[in-house]
């Protein structure tokens, strides 16, 4: 167990819909990242937060947002769904802004049927 | 820009054989961190190693060592007396140490391991 929990694991959904993965990071991390994994593109980093705010933006849609919440916990909310969204989403955690290297989750795998 | 190429997609060995599993970066900094990662077939991500651009020592761990070679962009896992148990994907990826703190991958390596 990484100690960084993602709910739900699997996710089954229909096109046009939306979704909430959620994230609670490693007692102490305050810094939370959001990966997706796709066949076509890889493992692509997608957003950073630290300590509620956001730190850095990767290659993330508009239809994605995300936001941390005061207990540190975050959600990564993707709206419009296409079937090219299909993915496993990871959530990581770290204890600071630019720790070099951090621990992932066991990530949430979408299917957008 | 930065860059981590792992070019074998896909190995196929008999248990027991060592493996090597290649990765070229590309990066202008001269501080970066280096990292290996293995994706068995439940999907997590485990974490193998973190080596630092000023620290070219090899590592041995177990069945598992790393070959860290500044001079070729390179750092190189291997895999000795492999075990079905190894069969997964296994990924390079690069971390800046300014900027943005995201992982590059490469595009990762899957491993099969033959009984």
């Known amino acids: 167990d990484s100690g960084v929990t993602q709910t739900p694991k699997h996710l089954i959904t229909a096109t046009g819909q939306r979704v909430t993965l959620r994230c609670s990071p490693r007692s102490g991390d305050l810094s939370v990242y959001w990966y997706q994994q796709s066949l076509d593109q890889g493992l692509q980093f997608l957003i950073q937060y630290y300590n509620g705010e956001e730190r850095a933006k990767g290659n993330i849609l508009e239809r994605f947002s995300a936001q941390q919440f005061p207990d540190l916990h975050s959600e990564l909310n993707l709206s419009s769904l296409e079937l090219g969204d299909s993915a496993l989403y990871f959530c990581a955690s770290s204890e600071g802004i630019s720790n070099y290297g951090y621990t992932f989750g066991s990530g949430t795998r979408l299917t957008v049927v | 820009a930065q860059k981590v190429t792992q070019a074998q997609t896909e190995i196929s060995v008999v248990e027991k054989e060592d493996v090597t599993l290649d990765c070229v970066y590309e990066t202008r900094d001269t501080t970066y961190y280096l990292f290996w990662y293995k994706q068995p077939p439940s999907g997590e991500l485990v974490f193998l190693i973190r080596?630092?651009?000023?620290?070219?020592q090899n590592e041995i761990s177990g069945r598992y060592s790393w070959n860290f070679q500044k001079s070729t962009s390179s750092f190189n896992f291997t895999i000795t007396a492999s075990q079905v148990v190894d069969s997964a994907v296994y990924f390079c990826a690069l971390i800046r140490t300014s900027g943005t703190y995201k992982y590059i991958f490469g595009t990762g390596t899957r491993l099969k391991v033959l009984a």
């Open positions: 080596r630092n651009s000023f620290d070219e």
